[in-house]
């Protein structure tokens, strides 16, 4: 049975569902165009007419911050996307395969887990030049490691369970029994971890926009419009603000909804 | 005669425990040393290979990227000065030799050598990452003491607060700290001067996140254990509130938490690239970052090893502690 | 004279919930009594003695009429005082005795705590009195002990320092709340004793117990408690002898102890089909109070009784043995084990261990914990590799074989757990569990099938579509039983089936066992640490010890006369009803 959603489960609901209709149907809720200059309007501070205000070419804050949830959202997305498919082909090895496999696989991991995440990103970013594929790519790869060690454990915990063994003495043959039970049980973990992780991911590649090594202006994309706002800092905070605003409220709100989740396989 | 050979058969075991007991703690420090120096090389080695992948002449790099306009002979000599004319495997022996005796190049860019760079400015990272972590502990620890003692409102707030911590970005987080206590304030120095004061917004900038992940796991451990049957039993036994925290739940909280600090290193790590760009703030972070701008490879290898060693170094001690927290490890390590 | 405790109109609700689980509970303690209070799960007896403490969770409203320790009014106390009331003028011995030490400290600083708190005793001081005390409840070797930490200790030992942490300050109340649980039977012996003797010195207690018979030993008054009241209460003999109250009947009745095999413990009639004339257990003692066989136990859905006649005629179930087959000496062999061998590491788990099975009887395995009985289950399920020794399945090679040549046995031999919720995939229903033992790919007729076996174990087709974590304890094993049956096997392997259940459920559970056996001809080999169960369901029986076999034989004989010594103090410390309540 599911859980009676708490008011902050319906806070994240809701925001999360804004989210996609801003990624979606960015128009729907700012009909103006993100890359529309005005330089006679440049820097205004929020007001009604532009309730983030206005960047150094007059753009419209508000506007570009809408219009950029989907590329922030599908590099979330993406990075994490590209965590757990690792992950899960590590994971799976080092669970299923023989034993020197395991060994081999939990050792590779635990190097790759000497790299500190943005470190591994940073190396990978060296390696083939920044830009947004590279450091959604680098997010994915540095965030692998600890998605391969749950997932491990998850395999783990699943192969040496009471009802594997209540299957095995039914006669299930050992395919039979990855399929119809390791499978179906560690996937449910496996959506969490993506939940939880989602938030995470958008962070980080966030911050390699930020410093200069992901997405670039003028795309509006939340990472580039912060690291654009570098530079007015200290005259014009709304133009950093209100974008990082934006990344705040999605990680949190995938987070506690990934959260909730949790709780519900457990108490399940 | 008979009286000296009558031993106490209990005190003979727990000589000989004592002697095993010294004997496994050897064997455990050997094989974690193990560890550290096969990571270590394998970290080498993965960086080192990964590196050759870069398309373009890394004596172009030397010289100051492609736009630098190098003559085909101060390539040349640039390659004969780094090594580069040799075959690739002459160069990772060469690169592994020289590891071994703790030299780590000259920086392409800053035309000093790595080791002397990496001296200069792991200190003021060290510095910050360990202030932070020390925040971090005590922020995560008063939220969890105070959501989980303070009935379901203060339980649901703390952990939204927690929740909410752990996703703010470190760079967002700084500028709006800036914004709060410099710009508007004017309490705090906006980039890093020397002294404390300079130290508070970066130390908080680090801290806070890192305590939204900490806080987490610390509430869930706390209340637990505060839910454990041997709490019940010490409640029984007439212990009172405070006692049954620092007696009993704090103990158990910190199990989780220590686990965590070896991953919380790497994340400060990470946060210190950020903080210290913002900041202006020399650092291992801020060093890492201008590399790898300037592909000044040799830097960006010693950076990533220092910081790998340092990981290892910290798992091993958390390790340590764990241990020495809970003892029932050694005794399932004795048993496996 | 006054009582030391004074309990009246008892009434505790926990917030949220609809009703009270403790309502109008009263009893007084003596100084130097044992009062003892019964009941099974959920009957509010662990929330009682909390309540007592103050310590019956932040979320629970306790009221009382009275509620007076020593003349004090326990609910007027504040904090402060409860505080110094508990642990130096009542010990608590908790539920749980495995996890009531804190696993982070040592034994010697938990019970010390009891003196850091109450007395101005100086640290070196607080040791020799915790010496002292490790000594008095019987713990070997103190000094080693105290300075070791909860998981280095034998459940037993952990229960006695559990103890020595109660009696530190020499309380005039004890209230210890199922002492003995999940300890081997010897072990509780010894505890219980250790409990008597205190209270022969003085102390006064209060035991709880989900077990008749473990408070029929100590208590002089007792109290049955159902759903948050006190049904019965009264001198322990007159309530065990001539039991006002049919629930009292019924959990006297469901005590397997020293009911020989083919009697029935529970309330639900044998269908008729079956076996006309079977006498309930009230029925064959002649009693002429009301039958236990109109109750139904609350918590357990109501046994519906089989349809086995309709079953038969449409069921994959043909009855391939007749009940007059079982009972044959001679009945052909399904299950052979020799020499059987296990080592881990140094330690020999199961030590040159052989028996044989024959259809449609029963071998029961009896032995405490670490006896190696449950490797013995894992060797004969081959899921476990013996050392040496084979085991025989329907005089095919079995253990020898590879998994993938066995599976074409594996439906000929089934498997039961104590644990029966975590042998189901948390992710199926009801319903796909069954359907899974009994199809190998998919049937049209699966799902009805699966009602029929529902119907079989005396559930309703209604649970198809459930959770197994929604259901009871007793319906969880009921439906572990029914996939069991599923592939009609010919072996079941029960390993502690029952143990964690309460009495009246437990007796339904080995009836229905006994049911299926008298109907499909199954043979059980069924291991246990209850003598009680053992008694009851077997033919025949072995008993071990640290993985050896040390008595085996028909089962009536080995009860009644034991061979071996450990047999015998295996059968001493088993606690017993009074002779008088056992054949009621």
């Known amino acids: ?14 925001t999360i569902a804004l989210l996609a209709l801003a ?75 023989p034993r020197w496999l395991d060994f081999g696989t939990t050792r590779v991991i635990e190097v790759l887990f000497a790299f500190p995440g943005l470190l591994f990103a940073l190396l990978f970013i060296v390696v083939y030049g920044p830009g947004v594929v590279t450091s959604t790519i680098a997010v994915g790869l540095s965030t692998a490691p600890g998605y391969a060690r749950i997932i491990r454990s998850q395999v783990i915990r699943v192969r040496t369970s009471p009802y594997l063994e209540a299957a095995t003495v039914l006669g299930r043959g050992r395919t039979a029994r990855i399929v119809r039970h390791v499978l179906p049980n560690v996937a449910g973990a496996l959506f969490v971890l993506a939940t939880l992780g989602i938030g995470q991911s958008i962070v980080w590649a966030s911050s390699l926009s930020y410093l200069g090594l992901g997405a670039v202006p003028p795309a509006a994309e939340w990472g580039a419009m912060l690291s654009a706002g570098r530079t007015y800092i200290a005259s014009f905070w709304w133009m950093t603000f209100f974008p990082g605003l934006f990344i705040v409220l999605s990680a949190a709100a995938t987070t506690l909804l990934g959260r909730s989740l949790q709780q519900n396989v457990r108490a399940s | 005669m008979a009286g000296s050979l009558t031993l106490d058969p209990s005190q003979l075991a727990r000589a000989g425990g004592q002697r095993g007991r010294q004997s496994r703690w050897l064997r455990w420090l050997l094989l974690r040393l193990g560890g550290v120096v096969f990571v270590l090389w394998a970290v080498a080695s993965v960086t080192f290979f990964a590196l050759r992948l870069i398309p373009g002449d890394p004596a172009e790099a030397i010289l100051g990227g492609p736009g630098s306009q190098a003559s085909e002979e101060a390539l040349a000599q640039a390659r004969a000065h780094y090594g580069l004319d040799q075959p690739l495997a002459t160069q990772y022996l060469v690169y592994l030799g020289r590891l071994a005796i703790g030299d780590l190049g000259s920086s392409y860019a800053l035309r000093q050598s790595v080791v002397s760079v990496i001296g200069d400015t792991l200190g003021p990272t060290l510095v910050l990452a360990v202030l932070s972590l020390a925040a971090a502990v005590l922020i995560a620890l008063t939220l969890a003491v105070w959501s989980t003692r303070g009935g379901r409102g203060a339980a649901a707030l703390g952990s939204t607060l927690e929740i ?71 409640r029984a036994r007439g212990e009172g509130e405070g006692g049954l925290f620092w007696r009993h739940a ?87 | ?284 003692s002649g009693n002429s109070g009301v039958m236990p066989a109109t109750i139904a ?172 974590r929604l259901l009871s304890g007793g319906q969880q094993q009921r439906v572990a039983i029914a996939r069991a049956i599923a592939p009609r096997p010919d072996i079941i392997v029960c390993d502690e089936p029952v143990s964690s259940l309460d009495v009246s459920v437990q007796a339904q559970v080995l009836d229905l066992l006994d049911d299926l056996q008298a109907s499909l001809g199954i043979s059980y080999l069924f291991i246990s640490h209850d003598l009680g169960v053992i008694r009851h369901v077997s033919d025949d029986v072995l008993v071990m010890r640290a993985g050896a076999v040390v008595e085996g034989g028909n089962t009536e004989s080995v009860f009644l006369r034991p061979s071996h010594e450990y047999t015998r103090a295996l059968l001493d410390s088993a606690p017993r009803l009074p002779a008088r309540a056992a054949a009621t």
């Open chain 3, 1 to 284: 004279m006054t009582a030391l405790l004074e309990v009246r109109g008892l009434d505790v609700r926990f917030a949220g919930a609809a009703a009270s689980v403790v309502k109008d509970v009263s009893f007084d303690v003596q100084p130097g009594e044992c009062i003892g209070i019964v009941g099974e799960s959920g009957s509010g007896k662990s929330v009682t003695a909390r309540a007592v403490l103050g310590l019956a969770s932040r979320t629970a409203t306790v009221r009382a009429e009275t509620l007076r320790f020593d003349g004090t009014d326990l609910q007027a106390a504040s904090p402060r005082l409860l505080r110094q009331l508990r642990g130096k003028e009542i010990g608590f011995v908790s539920q749980g005795a495995l996890v009531a030490l804190d696993p982070l400290r040592t034994v010697g600083r938990e019970i010390g705590d009891a003196l850091r708190l109450h007395t101005d005793l100086s640290p070196t001081e607080r040791r020799a009195r915790v010496l002292e005390l490790l000594a008095e409840v019987g713990v070997p070797e103190p000094r080693v002990r105290a300075d070791q930490r909860a998981d280095q200790l034998s459940g037993g030992l952990r229960q006695r320092a559990i103890i020595a942490s109660a009696i530190a300050l020499r309380p005039r109340l004890l209230i210890a709340d199922e002492p003995t649980t999940a300890l081997d039977s010897t072990v509780q012996a010894g505890i219980l004793d250790l409990l008597e003797s205190l209270r022969a010195q003085g102390t006064a207690l209060v035991l709880i117990s989900h077990d008749l018979a473990v408070v029929s030993r100590l208590a002089s008054t007792v109290l049955v408690m159902r759903g948050g009241t006190v049904v019965e209460s009264g001198n322990t003999a007159r309530v065990l002898g001539d039991p006002q109250h049919d629930y009292t009947r019924q959990l006297i009745a469901a005590v397997p102890t020293d009911r020989p095999r083919g009697t029935r413990l529970g309330a639900a009639p044998r269908p008729a089909a079956l076996s006309p004339g079977a006498p309930t257990a009230a029925a064959s």
């Open chain 1, 23 to 97: 990624a979606l149907a960015p128009g729907v809720l700012a009909p103006g165009d993100p890359l529309a200059i005005d330089p006679l309007s440049s820097f205004e501070s929020p007001s009604f007419a532009h309730p983030f205000g206005t960047d150094e070419s007059g753009r419209d804050i508000y506007t570009r911050v809408v219009h950029g949830t989907g590329a922030s959202l599908l590099i979330g997305l993406a990075a994490t996307a590209i965590g757990i498919g690792l992950a899960l082909a590590f994971g799976l090895l080092a669970g299923f395969g």
């Open chain 2, 250 to 336: 704090l103990r158990h909280a910190a199990i989780p938490a220590v686990g965590l600090v070896g991953w919380a290193f790497g994340s400060l790590i990470s946060g210190a690239v950020v903080v210290e760009t913002i900041f202006a703030r020399q650092g291992l972070g801020r060093s890492l970052l201008s590399a790898v701008q300037s592909r000044d490879v040799p830097l960006v290898i010693g950076v990533v090893l220092v910081v790998a060693l340092g990981y290892m170094l910290v798992t091993t001690l958390t390790d340590l502690a764990d241990r020495l927290i809970d003892p029932r490890l050694n005794r399932r390590a004795q048993q496996a």
């Open chain 1, 1 to 14: 049975m599911v859980r009676r959603l708490g008011p902050l489960e319906v806070a994240a609901v809701a």
């Open chain 3, 297 to 468: 136990f609350e918590a357990e859905t109501p046994v519906r009784p089989s349809l086995t006649p309709e079953f038969a005629k449409d069921a994959p179930f043909d009855g391939a043995t007749t009940p007059a087959e079982t009972t044959d000496a001679t009945a052909d062999v399904v299950l052979e084990a020799s020499g059987l061998v296990r080592r881990f590491g140094s330690r020999t788990a199961v030590d040159d261990v052989g028996f044989v099975l024959r259809r449609g009887r029963t071998l029961g395995v009896v032995g405490e914990s670490g006896s190696g009985k449950t490797t013995v289950a894992r060797l004969v399920l081959a899921l476990e590799r013996a050392d040496s020794g084979t085991v025989r399945v329907l005089g095919e090679r079995w253990s020898e074989s590879t998994e993938r040549e066995r599976r074409r046995l594996r439906p000929r031999i089934g498997a039961i757990y104590q644990d029966a919720l975590s042998s189901f995939d948390p992710r199926w229903t009801v319903g796909q569990i069954i359907e899974d033992a009994l199809t190998r790919g998919r049937s049209r007729r699966a799902g009805e099938d699966a009602a029929h076996l529902l119907d079989r174990v005396g559930l309703g087709p209604e649970l198809l579509g459930r959770r197994p």
């Open chain 2, 164 to 234: 909410v911590a752990a996703a703010v970005p470190h760079f967002w987080l700084a500028i709006s700290l800036i914004l709060v206590f410099s710009t508007t304030l004017g309490w705090l120095p906006p980039v890093s001067v020397p002294g404390v004061a300079g130290l508070v917004l970066p130390v908080l900038t680090l801290a806070v996140p890192l305590a939204g992940f900490l806080g987490q796991v610390m509430r869930e451990a706390l209340l637990d254990a505060m839910e454990s049957p041997f709490v019940l039993a010490a």
